[in-house]
């Protein structure tokens, strides 16, 4: 993976920019250079928010976020991407045509359509641009509640999860990746029913892979789907499968936070994934 610049792959970030905390790009920067990646960061918004809660979203004009990845294209050219928030649909356009004229290499999605506390942090046609241009990436990881928003259903449970990645598919992910979180398997059980464990449901248009760790006591997490989706484009990068990848990549988020509360930190515990076909 190494490169002009240097010994370590280049990384395009597009995402946005919190105050004060440590979310959104910075928090990208943060995971690409503890995976020994070389990030190059483009600013698409501003957003201003703490004590879990978004109080102004400010979009970058296109033309800025536009200049901003001409230049970064033109002189480092990346050998993957990380996309994050885009503030405005017609910025979503230009950002997915300039990287469709470029050789990227892979490129994770990290949809995401609300805050902390769940404030709309984009429009609705910001919301269609970015499911219009799902088929341009190679992973499309979102959170439970941005998923329900895109499959326009509630995922209360895996049963749930299950419909929802399929309509997710339909609508062009090729891989998608939910993270649900603690979450019941039935929809006929309560959140009381489920395991202590973070679940993530992935689909490929054939097999669901299911990804559990132990759920961790952490009242507030910055910074997690940085480390996710990080990790999964490093993978990615070293050319393994999308299920090893994914694997590692939640694998690694689990030990960031178990490292977050223990003192010293203990052993990493057992991950698993499990597959089995749709039958379709």
């Given at each position: 993976m190494a490169t002009a610049s240097g010994d370590f792959a280049n990384v395009l970030l597009i995402g946005a920019l919190y105050n004060g905390i440590e979310r959104g790009l910075s928090a990208d920067i943060l995971a690409s250079k503890a995976a020994d990646l070389q990030p190059k960061p483009v600013c698409s918004s501003i957003i201003s928010a703490s004590?879990?809660?978004?109080?102004?979203?400010?979009?970058?004009?296109?033309?800025?976020?536009?200049?901003?990845?001409?230049?970064?294209?033109?002189?480092?050219?990346?050998?993957?991407?990380?996309?994050?928030?885009?503030?405005?649909?017609?910025?979503?356009?230009?950002?997915?045509?300039?990287?469709?004229?470029?050789?990227?290499?892979?490129?994770?999605?990290?949809?995401?359509l609300s805050g902390p506390s769940g404030e709309d942090i984009i429009s609705t046609r910001g919301r269609d641009a970015l499911s219009e241009r799902m088929n341009q990436a190679d992973v499309v990881t979102v959170h439970r509640r941005d998923a329900e928003l895109l499959a326009g259903m509630e995922i209360q449970s895996l049963d749930d999860a299950q419909v929802a990645v399929q309509r997710l598919h339909k609508q062009g992910a090729a891989n998608v990746l939910v993270r649900c979180g603690k979450i019941p398997a039935r929809h006929f059980e309560s959140e009381d029913d489920a395991g202590d464990f973070a679940v993530d449901l992935f689909y490929d248009g054939n097999d669901f892979g299911l990804f559990e760790a132990p759920l961790l006591p952490i009242a507030e997490q910055h910074g997690a789907s940085s480390v996710l989706s990080i990790s999964l484009l490093k993978a990615l990068l070293n050319e393994h499968s999308t299920i090893e990848s994914l694997q590692e990549s939640k694998a690694a988020v689990t030990e960031a936070l178990r490292a977050s509360v223990d003192d010293p930190p203990r052993p990493a515990p057992d991950y698993f994934w499990q597959l089995r076909s749709t039958g379709s």
């Open positions: 004590n879990g809660r978004v109080t102004d979203v400010l979009a970058v004009p296109t033309d800025s976020v536009a200049a901003q990845l001409e230049h970064t294209l033109s002189v480092t050219p990346p050998a993957g991407v990380k996309i994050g928030i885009i503030g405005h649909h017609k910025t979503i356009a230009v950002a997915f045509d300039l990287l469709a004229d470029v050789d990227t290499g892979p490129v994770v999605l990290d949809l995401t």
